[in-house]
């Protein structure tokens, strides 16, 4: 089956660094997604990883480790405004055989002043 | 560049009628789309992924003939919430892609169903 797992919720204060893990099962890998989402809004695009390694973009960084089923989203300098829903997600098939993704529950961060 | 629009983005209505939410990818030709529902504090659920020119794929247990979609371009799909109930009051988004390595979101619509 397909499965994927995130921490609930998390707390951090603003200017510090907070990792979010991710673990997934899937039948064949196509890479992971890496998502934001604030309350009320549509999500918006963090991160696609294919590979294994850590890929950094600015503030953010995502890390895959395929053989363990793990990923992680890595916020540095935290900012108020970071605090968000961070939703994981990994690319699988539908019933017609079409693509779509399978979505973690999400992780709820509050950043603290 | 990617930018996917939706209308409208909120919208109330009495029990028992229609409500039609249009998705439009503006800059690209959208070979997938999506649509998603999320219920307050909860996570997106994929009602269905439908291709241009063919019908939608439903996810098990969304009702096709409540949840009406038609696919009619590259660049546009709708979603028809038949005979709305309070119960389908929701966060409806949708998405679009070009190839599996993508998937942009539009704003999302907010139906209210009183």
């Known amino acids: 089956g397909q499965n994927i797992d995130q921490p609930t919720e998390m707390t951090a204060t603003e200017g510090a660094i907070v990792q979010i893990n991710c673990t997934y099962q899937?039948?064949?890998?196509?890479?992971l997604f890496w998502y934001q989402q604030h309350a009320g809004e549509a999500p918006t695009f963090l991160s696609y990883n294919v590979l294994d390694g850590l890929e950094e973009k600015g503030r953010f960084s995502s890390f895959l480790s395929r053989s363990k089923g793990y990923s992680y989203l890595l916020l540095k300098e935290l900012q108020m405004k970071d605090s968000a829903s961070y939703l994981c997600a990994v690319p699988s098939k539908n019933a017609g055989n079409n693509r779509k993704l399978i979505w973690g529950l999400g992780t709820s961060l509050a950043v603290n002043p | 560049g990617a930018v996917v629009s939706q209308h409208p983005s909120w919208v109330i209505c009495k029990s028992g009628t229609s409500v039609k939410i249009e998705c439009r990818s503006l800059?690209?030709?959208?070979?997938?789309m999506f649509w998603y529902r999320q219920f307050p504090k909860q996570s997106l659920m994929l009602m269905a992924t439908s291709n241009e020119g063919s019908k939608a794929t439903y996810e098990q247990g969304v009702e096709k003939d409540k949840f009406l979609i038609n696919h009619a371009s590259l660049t546009l799909s709708t979603l028809t919430v038949t005979s709305a109930h309070p119960e389908d009051s929701s966060f409806y988004i949708c998405?679009?892609?070009?190839?599996?390595?993508?998937?942009?979101f539009g704003p999302g619509t907010r139906l209210t169903v009183l």
């Open positions: 998405s679009a892609s070009r190839t599996i390595n993508e998937q942009f």
């Open positions: 899937t039948s064949g890998f196509n890479g």
């Open positions: 800059d690209f030709q959208a070979t997938t």
